[in-house]
């Protein structure tokens, strides 16, 4: 298996105890051919006291919100000791689309030419989607002044840069989501949504209880996201 041409690696956050998600995951990718790595440091349970003082900087975060943030940080470390260009970050309940490895490879092609630190969101976090008046022919990615779920993005190396020295400077002190869309934000990093999104998230479309929050029931959650998606889909300006 190898990565895809642009992506140096495929880094998965995942938590030792949910084994369904890895199994599902580990397919998917292992049916495109695509090398990963899993993300296994800092588990619930396992993450050093010495580390959660440094890097946590506020009681509100749960300790499954503490794990993901620093399984998420540690990707980034580890893309910068290694001197990676670009790397590909999934949560370990992703749903890839049937055409996911013909679309990054299209995506890619555009995000390899923005030379600037930047990251690119492949998924449907939220449902936000690109207004219908700005979509070009042709044209994958586009620049947005918000970001969306961790759940699927590119980040590349000045970006990667960008958000460690944030993170060393002020620590830790929201869920990854929210933290890295402001990390962002403050330090001018552009932030790019592939349209159409090639990602669903398994915890908010059924497939997975949320491993973060309490959630609703798996058939409510299916039927509320499916929802969302048609009308937010249809009624976006």
């Given amino acids: 298996m190898q990565t895809p041409q642009g992506i140096d690696a495929i880094f998965v ?35 050093p006291d010495a580390l959660r003082k440094q890097m946590i900087q506020t009681d509100s975060l749960s300790p499954a919100q503490q794990s993901c943030a620093l399984k998420h940080w540690r990707a980034h470390v580890l893309a910068d000791q290694r001197g990676h260009e670009r790397v590909l970050v999934l949560e370990d309940d992703v749903i890839l689309a049937p055409d996911f490895a013909a679309a990054l490879e299209r995506a890619l ?13 492949l998924g449907c976090g939220g449902h936000y989607y690109v207004p219908k008046a700005d979509l070009e022919p042709g044209r994958l990615l586009y620049r947005r002044d918000q970001g969306k779920f961790a759940d699927s993005y590119i980040v590349n190396r000045g970006a990667v840069k960008r958000r460690l020295q944030w993170i060393g400077k002020h620590g830790i002190a929201r869920p990854i989501d929210h933290l890295l869309e402001a990390i962002d ?10 349209e ?14 949320s491993s973060l929050t309490a959630s609703h029931p798996l058939w409510f959650q299916s039927l509320q996201f499916r929802w969302k998606k048609l009308w937010r889909r249809k009624s976006r300006a």
């Fill in 109 to 121: 092609a555009q995000d390899t030419a923005i030379t600037v630190p930047h990251v690119t969101f």
């Fill in 13 to 47: 956050i995942h938590a030792a105890s949910l084994a369904k998600r890895r199994k599902l995951i580990e397919a998917q990718l292992s049916a495109l051919g695509m090398a990963h790595e899993f993300i296994l440091d800092y588990d619930v349970g396992a993450i």
């Fill in 185 to 194: 934000r403050e330090t001018g990093t552009p932030m790019y949504w592939l």
């Fill in 196 to 209: 159409p999104p090639i990602v669903e998230q398994g915890s908010h479309n059924g497939r997975f209880p």
